[in-house]
């Protein structure tokens, strides 16, 4: 059987891959491991608990601010400088925190990661569903998981082994600057997308028309319904496993770890079936998958219902973002693509920065059984989204 997906991207070195996965990753790093290190930081700066909401706010604002005006910067830079010196940021950024002398010099530092992580996020996104096919979009994502998942260990190890919080970001920030000097060096390999790149503005516009009407709008809607769920979830999860279903604290972590290890796992498998079956069909099948798991979830069972209803929510969840990133240089001119991909990035911050917290807000107010329902109605709905998506392009 003919692959669905044609073979419309550029053939690159494995070298160039594997740096392109080692970027991944290193993208993942300073994400995840804040929510560790703030109980030891807060101490250390006499902050109260609720001041890391100022930090998180502050990175998720300016990683949107950068994510948004991404596009411009890469058609006149190109993504190989873009790339190296906003890595360089993060890392600069993440070593910042490491020696900051009060609270708000990481204020200070966080405005600097958000600036350089929208702008690399954007950017590698950006190149990669230009440039490579759908399972490698997707394996890079897995990739991003696997620096999500080491940062937690890293400043863990820094708490407990090396006696320092600080030491921990520090780690990190040597990872990123080794990986600056990776990219500094392969810059020329990048010119293998240079043809791109350089083609002036009119040739571009040439290429395919403008897709107008509410089309670009959904596209941008399925990542503000999908990032939304995807961050509410997690965060909310352990609060609704043992408040409201009575599982033991250690036993809801797990869970949460299952439901995260399982995006990232689903990622690594759906990327063999990514070429054969196509973005759109994938995404059908994720939606699927993920609304069955929503649907087992929506009731108070028993614990083996609840694992198996996490997995389900986590492999259908996992070809999603990749997929439907990808996707979007399937449906618009490639110019038109770049810019629809940044403002899908930037609005995803500024998902995880609005909803969220309001999903929180209504569990609060109401009961914290209204997550499961609010899961299973936001996949109906980007099922929604994306059927129209598909019918207009």
């Known amino acids: 059987m003919i692959p669905v997906e044609k073979q419309r991207h550029t053939v690159y070195s494995g070298w160039f891959i594997l740096m ?28 109260p608990l609720e001041a890391a909401g100022v930090i ?47 609270f708000w010099f990481i204020v200070l530092f966080a405005v600097l990661l958000g600036l350089g992580a929208g702008s690399v996020d954007s950017g590698l996104n950006s190149f990669a569903a230009e440039n490579l096919s759908s ?15 080491v940062s937690p260990m890293m400043i863990t190890f820094g708490i407990v082994s090396l006696g320092n919080w600080r030491l921990g970001y520090g780690m990190i920030g040597v990872v990123l600057l080794i990986l600056v000097f990776v990219l500094v060096v392969t810059l020329p390999m990048w010119r293998h997308s240079s043809k791109k790149e350089t083609e002036s503005t009119a040739t571009k516009k040439a290429d395919r028309p403008a897709v107008q009407g ?23 999860l352990s609060a609704l496993l043992i408040e409201s279903r009575g599982l033991e604290v250690s036993l809801a972590g797990t869970l949460v770890g299952v ?12 990327g063999f079936l990514a070429n ?64 629809i991909i940044s403002y899908q990035v930037s609005f995803s911050y500024i998902s995880v920065l609005l909803l969220v917290p309001l999903m929180g807000l209504l569990a609060g107010r109401v009961s914290l059984e209204v997550i499961p329902w609010i899961t299973a109605g936001v996949i109906v709905a980007l099922w929604a989204t994306v059927f129209n998506l598909n019918r207009l392009t």
């Open 20 to 47: 392109l996965y080692a970027t991944f990753v290193g993208l993942g790093l300073p994400d995840t491991g804040f929510g560790v290190a703030w109980n030891e930081m807060r101490l250390d700066f006499g902050a």
């Open 214 to 236: 509410i089309a670009p709008v959904l596209s941008v809607m399925t990542f503000v319904l999908y990032v939304a769920i995807e961050a509410g979830l997690g965060l909310w």
């Open 259 to 270: 439901y995260f290890g399982s995006i990232m796992a689903g990622r690594v498998l759906m």
């Open 135 to 149: 399972r490698q979009m997707n394996w890079l994502h897995s990739a991003w998981g696997i620096g999500a998942t």
């Open 56 to 102: 998180a706010a502050t990175i998720t604002a300016t990683s949107a601010l950068s994510a948004f005006s991404s596009a411009r910067v890469i058609q006149r830079f190109g993504y190989g400088k873009v790339t190296a010196v906003s890595v360089l940021m993060t890392a600069v950024a993440v070593i910042g925190f490491s020696i900051s002398p009060s």
């Open 276 to 339: 054969w079956m196509g973005n759109r069909r994938l995404i059908t099948l994720g939606l699927c998958i993920a609304i069955s798991g929503a649907l087992l979830f929506l009731v108070p069972t028993t614990t083996y219902v609840y694992v198996v209803s996490i997995i389900l929510i986590g492999l259908g969840f996992a070809p999603l973002f990749p997929s439907l990133m990808h996707e979007t240089t399937s449906r618009y001119p490639y110019w038109q693509a770049r810019k």
